[in-house]
């Protein structure tokens, strides 16, 4: 028990019952660092099953698992009525050596670089950490509404494609690929386009679309332009690119381009970013009048307008008004969306659509991003839209969404009429809530959490002249919007009285 290999293990070898990882692969894991690093060396002979056990504190069984996984890696030799040897396999890379490390810490690995580099507060995650049983986001889809086995089904269908194969060895693709001429097809139908291939990029995310953009776009001190209140996501990607955000004000009618008119002059903005179908956070429509005036605008300034259209599809009350670049013959606007938020998130994609010119440049950032794809994706959605699928879940769904939206109001009508107004979005998947009075947004989120309510700051706005909630329903059904409503107004009680 006292032998020098049984004190050095126990300083090696740390096992945690309660990690998810079983234990012989802890030890196994452990024990090869040790040998990787020249603290077990090639020879040494390892305690007896029983004496580990007893070290360890474990089953004599898990012991003989740890040897055994051990032998199939070939890191020791188990020789029947001697023991376990320790061997050294032929090197492939060099051996590590951890001479500055105390030998308590040669498993660990270091927590800060030895070196500098340059940080991005720009960049710094949104996201919060969230253990309440109820939440309201800024307006997502709800997982729950997708067929789970009829994706199952189109994915291993996909997968079987013995065109799948070829297209993998090819050693030089096509020009366009049948699935980008798909999602033409599909969005000069569904959003009044008519553009080929060659206008259209399709990416991993609507935010990789738009990094791509601003890389191409921006230079350090460049200025861009977006609504007073907009969208976090864009700002992050803006700034860490270097430009100079400058806000524009907003009404019921989108972005106020006559105060961009009377506060610029030519040449001095190098883009707009603008949610035009229903502004983010305010879902607000840009009404046709100022989509006329933005984009003469930008041909006389010279700028670029980047059309944000990333909840397109859930329009719940007539026709969705069409794009802007549906209608640009200035070449000034460059089309951000997102295809399949009907469906798992891993198979929705991007896409960007502009003149041809910059789609070139644009597709050489992806190949350094994003070089290989996702082909099974790809041909599970050209399928998809070639057989009317998507058109249908996106049918189905919206039904689903808008009863989602009514009730909503129906519940904050009993709840809040006397201290929220808002108006009935067209679409999407959120409501913009207006506090009457003048509250806390941050003591009504504290509170929230009192009642197992948790309310991000991502969809709190609050400003001398703003105090709102962008309040995303689409996750929660009719049982849950009535229960969160609820608790939403008694952690309201709480704030006003204070």
């Not at 305690?47 to 199939?72: C, M, W």
């Not at 794809?373 to 769904?397: P, T, W």
């Amino acid at each position: 028990m006292n032998s020098p290999v049984n004190t050095l293990l126990k300083q090696l070898i740390f096992l945690e019952k309660s990690n998810s990882t079983a234990i012989y692969i802890q030890a196994a894991q452990q024990i090869i660092n040790a040998i990787q690093r020249g603290y077990l060396t090639e020879g040494t002979w390892l305690p007896g099953t029983r004496t580990f056990s007893e070290l360890f504190n474990i089953n004599r069984n898990t012991v003989v698992a740890i040897y055994d996984e051990l032998a199939s890696q070939g890191w020791v030799d188990i020789i029947p009525n001697k023991g376990t040897c320790v061997l050294v396999p032929e090197q492939k890379t060099a051996s590590i050596k951890a001479t500055s490390q105390r030998i308590d810490q040669v498993h660990d690995y270091s927590k800060t670089t030895g070196f500098p580099f340059q940080p991005s507060f720009n960049l710094a995650p949104t996201r919060e950490q969230n253990q309440k049983t109820y939440s309201i986001n800024d307006g997502q889809p709800d997982l729950r509404l997708h067929p789970t086995h009829q994706f199952s089904k189109w994915y291993s269908a996909s997968m079987k494609r013995k065109s799948l194969i070829s297209k993998w060895n090819q050693t030089t693709l096509p020009s366009y690929s049948s699935f980008e001429v798909q999602l033409c097809n599909y969005l000069n139908a569904t959003r009044g386009f008519h553009i080929k291939s060659h206008n259209l990029m399709s990416t991993r995310s609507i935010e990789m679309s738009l990094y791509i953009v601003s890389q191409l776009l921006l230079k350090p001190k460049d200025i861009v332009l977006v609504g007073d209140l907009s969208n976090y996501a864009a700002n992050m990607i803006f700034q860490q690119s270097g430009a100079i955000i400058k806000t524009i004000p907003t009404d019921n009618n989108g972005i106020d381009v006559d105060y961009i008119r009377t506060h610029f002059t030519k040449h001095t903005i190098r883009c707009m970013y603008v949610c035009a179908n229903r502004h983010y956070p305010t879902t607000c429509t840009l009404s046709v009048e100022r989509r006329l005036q933005l984009m003469q605008l930008a041909k006389d300034y010279q700028f670029a307008i980047i059309e944000d259209d990333f909840d397109y599809d859930f329009q719940f009350d007539g026709s969705a008004m069409l794009p802007m670049a549906s209608s640009d013959a200035n070449g000034v606007i460059i089309y951000l969306g997102k295809l399949g938020q009907s469906l798992f998130p891993s198979f929705q994609t991007g896409f960007v659509i502009a003149p041809e010119n910059l789609i070139s440049e644009a597709k050489n950032y992806l190949k350094l991003l994003d070089s290989q794809g996702d082909l099974i994706q790809e041909q599970m959605l050209s399928e998809l839209i070639f057989e009317g699928e998507i058109h249908r879940l996106i049918k189905k769904n919206i039904i689903i969404y808008k009863q989602r939206r009514d009730f909503l109001c129906d519940c904050l009508t009993k709840n809040f009429k006397e201290h929220l107004y808002w108006e009935k979005p067209s679409g999407g998947l959120a409501l913009w809530l207006c506090f009457k009075s003048n509250i806390s947004l941050v003591k009504l989120a504290e509170q929230a959490q009192k009642y197992d309510l948790f309310l991000p700051k991502i969809i709190l706005y609050q400003n001398k002249n703003t105090c709102s909630i962008r309040f995303g329903y689409g996750d929660l059904n009719e049982e849950e919007i009535e229960i969160v409503v609820k608790k939403l107004r008694a952690a309201y009680d709480l704030v006003s009285i204070n």
